[in-house]
């Protein structure tokens, strides 16, 4: 008899895999000394080197975190307005258009008026300097120091050479490459901040909402209602801020009646502008107005000086005070103390900002931390 093969298809038969002994790499060790006190400064060292790498980073951009942080104030600033038309019947990026149209008309008008009086202002200055600093002579006091000591022929002559080699303006932005720096920093610095601006007045609402979303359910009610109430603050500075601008300017162009200045009206919409900057602004704003009321007689530049000087000192402890209590509701010690804090600290940013910081701070602690103190 013929035997029988079985048939065997294809994969009946299975390979019999190779069974892997692991590699022995001996046994575990006990566990890194904690406390040892070289895992102790190994960390400190690393942490320090990550702290150091991340300061370096942040101060490297530290310009760029500025223009987004004024954006971001401007934003919560114009929001008001926005929500103000918003309510008339337009829609958001109608509105947005309408704020931002307006902003820079006001901007507009303000070179349109300002500007072209100010540089001709200023060029007559200039041309007439070594005259006004000859016409010093005609005081006593300052012709026995001169013919002593020889201050004011010292300082003509050097005014002389300045305006004749025309190194004066150029000078004091560190020479031609320095002038073209300082113009065209401060026109990328404005463009981009108007276009920051009007993106975060566009997508502040949605903006908040994605922000909100971080917070646990629980607690995003009441964070969402804190935080909406933090940058209706920001926008009632703004406002305040603004009426307070309004209040100097005013007091520019009385007093430009009263001495009968030259530009009248510029100098009030230059005061005006300066005015939107706390405390610091009016620094520039009291430099101008001294030196066109020197261009008319120096008796006149004197009074020019000490009334904005008086008048600075009745905006800082009265005016402002009162209208930021009224807006923010915060102290009025609170707000001088801000503010010459955040001057001290961030220069023209810092002062602009502190106010609706300290209005924020006040608000949490008034909603979160006292409740808390108050229960334990």
Known sequence: MATLKPILKRGTLKRTKKVQ???DFGSLGEPLNQSHPFYFGFLGAAG???SITLLR?????SQVFVLI???LFFAAGLNPAVLFIQKRGLK???AVATVVAGVIGFVALFIWIAIPPLVDQVNSLIANAPTIVGDLKSNSTLNYLNDHYGIIDSIQKKVSASIKDGQLVVGAFGGVIGVGKAV??????TLTILILTLYFLASLPSVTQ???RIVPATRRARVSKISDAIIFRVGAFVGGQVSVAFIAGIFALVLGFALNLPYKAALAMVVLFCGLIPLVGHFLGITIVTLVALSKSPTAAIIAFLAYLIYVQIENYLIMPRIMKH???IPGLVTIIAVMIGTSLLGIVGGILSVPIAAAVLLILDEVVYPRADKS
Not at 57 to 61: K, M
Not at 184 to 189: I, N, P, Q
């Open 92 to 94: 958001r990026p109608a």
């Open 210 to 212: 994605v922000a909100y």
């Open 48 to 50: 320090a080197v990550c």
């Open 57 to 61: 980073a942040l101060a490297s951009t």
């Open 327 to 329: 807006s923010l509701s």
């Open 69 to 71: 942080i004024i954006s």
């Open 21 to 23: 002994v692991p590699e």
């Open 184 to 189: 065209l920093s401060g026109a990328v610095a």
